[in-house]
């Protein structure tokens, strides 16, 4: 977030809307509430003010309901408005049941029967904006589509309430409003404006807020997945973003190649034709900026859970306000205009995921023995939020040579989501793309991989043919539960191990990430700061510190000095880098994961070497891919670990052992490379093959325990998670 942002924010909407002489005086304008034109330069807004406006506009029109449908992770009103005629609001439970009926083609397997459904139904558009709230149009562009659709008589506006209900989502992430809006006020007039908080905007996640679709572990993923496509299934979405002033000033679909081979084709050119559709008019219009095909691709789940579940996503960027609000009603008019065909388009997905796509197998199958019922029953609440039926087996069954008994677990992909079910449960394979011929790879937008049995050391079978058994119902099965004795909070027990995590200036979504994963689980630690670990004495506090994973440069020098007041500068530096070495050599346990390895491996004089530092992207890639390690089953840290578990690796490094006598190495790549990867892309394997992924360093009375990989990875990777809790508890003295 420059400064420079809130300059075009500001020329861009400062023009009055084009149909305002048509509005009724009566609806209030955002600036009645906010005191201020949405894009007013050096204006932001918080949460609070936002929810208020909303409110507003449902006192004083009758376009807009706007329901609270939970409360974001630190309490704020988590809200949706749903926009439309009068009389279609007032159908919203009939409404709701078209929905129901069309996403489901078994509930209504005749096609005439379904044309009569479409004729009574409506399209559902669901727009969701604000989850990165750095991206402060984000918050305010809301505000004049709503005020739009609220007010304006004009024919267009009239259509889209006729043809539409339009679900709108101010924001995805109420408590990064209100952080983002606070730091600017603090800042304001300091040389500090226009800068990005020093915390995370989530509590948890910060930007990977938007990379939690499949895993749904966040509480506001949860809301809009429980709440809104679980129950209204939107046939078209509208996710607002927004670049920096160096990018393009909106991107609109058509995506780049690759597209996830599990997404209904239909699905894909539904996308296609809806953004060129929008392009063609926005340039039209005069809009300049607007890039299609470039910079994003379709390929992650974690980001588009909407093409897994029957819904067009088109994923409109902007800095200008006027640009979104612009994008958004070309968005409502084009779905207006095809009403019919979105819902029939919709219908379609489905009716070809009933009936099964042709090389799919027809079903995956859980086991249950030796599994990990905790792993289980994650993969089993994945499931249940995106809406996939798991059903048990009624009788015994054989595959092969392995015995079955009733109650194993049976996804069978002949349901409305199978496409979510395939695309999370088989391995991925991420086509090789270079830049030109021979040349570099070309980056993906996101991770290449993400396949769950994997990520959470779940066993399944790709079934071929139909199984020869009863099937139940959908089961309900009970959610996880997270507990870990001698790690939990509250142990008083001697000996219990006190643990700090490092938390930067410089927000580390990682960090978010491990305290998530330690509430969660109960595992009690304490945040330390720059300063705490400046100050030395780190025995006193603490038997294990962890370095969650960040950039060298970012640990070591923070923010820097003339942008931030002093107080949130410096990083650790040469002294906080000396408390380390002397917590360690004192008998403290350093726990370093993944790209924060090399800061310890250089602060701490370590005698290892990561043999992937300074490598080019042609040299070796692993763009967020799943690996296969070899653990030493008879080491502590792999105490009940299977021997051969995926790790998850993106910018991690790989050790070679200069000095066996002080470093054990707990876990290594396999020496063929052709064993290496497991799911994703790997480019430059024979540069992992056989080097070290795990390994413990003594120094002094101590020791630094390096991770080359996140064995907490976003919360998913329960699968290495052990890992780290073992390494926790290794510190205890």
Known sequence: MRRALFVLIAFACVAAPLAAQRRPVHVPPPSAVLGFVPGTDRKLVDWETIVAYFRALEAASDRIVVRE??????????????????????????LRDIQRRLSDPRLVPDSAAAERLIGRGKVFALITSDIHST??????????????????????????????????????????????ARWYSQTLGTNAEGTSPPELYNRYTGHDDNRDWYAFTQIETRLVVDSLYDVWHPQVTLDLHQQGTTGSRLFIPPYLDPVEPNVDPLLVQGDNALGLAMAWRLTAEGFTGVAVNSLYDAWSPSRAFQHYHGAARTWTIGDIVRYQTAGTMAFLDQVAHNRARWMRDSRQVAVRAVHGWPGWPY????????????????????????????RAALAPFT???????????????RQPYAAFAKAMLERQSYPDLRQYPGGPPRRP????????????????????DTLPIALSAPVAASPPVYRLA???????????????????????????????VFDTWGVSYESVGDSAVRAGNLGARFDALILPSQDPRAILSGLPDGSYPARYTGGLGPTGAQALAAFVDSGGTLIALNEACDFAIGALDLPVTDVLDELSPGDFYAPGSLLRLQLDPGDPLADGMPAQPAAWFESGPAFEVADPTRVRVVARFPADPADVLLSGWLLGAPRLAGKAALVEVRRGRGRVILFGFRPQYRGQSLATLPLLFNAIRSAQR
């Open 399 to 413: 595959i092969g040579r392995e015995h079955f008994f009733p109650g194993t677990y049976v996804v069978p992909l």
């Open 69 to 94: 449908i939970g409360h974001s992770t630190g309490g704020a009103p988590f809200i949706v408005a749903f926009i439309s005629s009068r009389a279609n609001l007032a159908r919203l439970p009939v």
């Open 486 to 516: 001698s790690l939990t909070a509250g142990d008083a027990k001697p000996g219990a191990v006190r643990t700090g995590v490092y938390r930067s200036f410089v927000p580390a979504p990682d960090e978010g990430w491990t305290r998530w």
């Open 445 to 464: 937008y996101d991770v290449t991989a993400e396949t769950l049995p994997l990520l959470l050391g779940v066993r399944v079978l790709a079934v071929a």
């Open 135 to 180: 991206e402060v149009g984000g918050s305010l562009s809301p505000l004049d589509i709503a005020y739009r659709l609220a007010s304006d008589a004009s024919p267009e506006v009239t259509g889209i309430l006729s043809n539409t209900v339009v679900m709108l989502v101010p924001s995805v992430n109420p408590d990064g409003v209100s952080i983002v």
């Open 363 to 390: 079903a995956f199958v859980i086991p249950s023995a030796g599994q990990n019922p905790v792993a289980v029953a994650t993969l089993l609440e994945i499931f249940r939020h995106a809406a996939v039926e798991v």
